[in-house]
């Protein structure tokens, strides 16, 4: 089934440790977005990539890194997590990244535990 | 800053029947709206997307409005399932921007 595959599904993971998110898309997407969902909050858009060898900041883009170095993956880098950063992380694609004609198509997330 | 609100934050309903979910933005330029679900533990999942020139849009038994000139735009549940349950969250782009506004979405909670 085409989408989008995120790694790992949970983690905890100890304050002060590095950790990488992945994502992986099969759709030939140009577009990819990193977001994290808090309770109470709406998702925020932590970096986004329009197409393959650009990278941009989104809302709260401090503390994490990405890369695309291909159309498929867009890793998700916490260099020295912190507490703040426990939270649920849905990787996103889309046709194009300025108004997309068919929305986004989200991944299944990924639940850190930073502690 | 652009918001989206997003009303009532919360909402029980028995099974069968209809239900209304409210949302209301001050993003300008518009450029277009979506309507996902989230199922709990799940990603959104799009529902409907909508352009300035559309007033209404339909998926199934979910049916979403637009008025861009009040800013507003609802999404109305048809002869609710079970399988309705989730969080109904509301999308607003600006035109131009690659950052869309998401609101903070309402809690459906379909009951037998």
């Known amino acids: 089934t085409a989408g989008i595959t995120q790694a790992p599904t949970s983690q905890i993971l100890a304050a002060g440790r590095s950790m990488t998110l992945r994502c992986t898309q099969d759709?030939?997407?140009?577009?990819m977005y990193w977001y994290r969902q808090d309770l109470g909050l709406g998702l925020r858009l932590i970096h986004y990539?329009?197409?393959?060898?650009?990278?941009g900041k989104g809302e709260v883009p401090d503390g994490y890194s990405v890369s695309r170095a291909n159309t498929d993956d867009f890793p998700l880098t916490l260099a020295s997590a912190v507490p703040s950063q426990t939270s649920v992380y849905f990787c996103a694609s889309s046709d194009s990244g300025q108004e997309p004609t068919e929305g986004y198509t989200f991944g299944s997330g990924t639940r850190l535990t930073v502690v | 800053k652009n918001q989206v609100e997003q009303s009532p934050q919360s909402l029980i309903i028995l099974e069968g029947k209809n239900c209304t979910l409210q949302?209301?933005?001050?993003?300008?330029?518009?450029?277009?709206l979506r309507w996902y679900k989230q199922d709990t533990g799940r990603g959104p999942v799009s529902l409907t997307i909508m352009t300035f020139s559309e007033n209404t849009k339909s998926n199934g038994r979910y049916t979403a409005t637009l008025d861009a000139d009040t800013k507003q735009s609802s999404l109305h549940i048809t002869a609710s399932q079970l399988s309705d349950s989730a969080s109904y969250i509301c999308v607003v782009s600006e035109g131009g921007s690659y950052i869309p506004t998401f609101g903070r979405g309402t809690s459906l909670i379909v009951h037998p």
């Open positions: 949302c209301n933005y001050t993003v300008s330029p518009f450029s277009n």
């Open positions: 759709m030939r997407h140009n577009a």
């Open positions: 990539s329009n197409t393959a060898g650009t990278t």
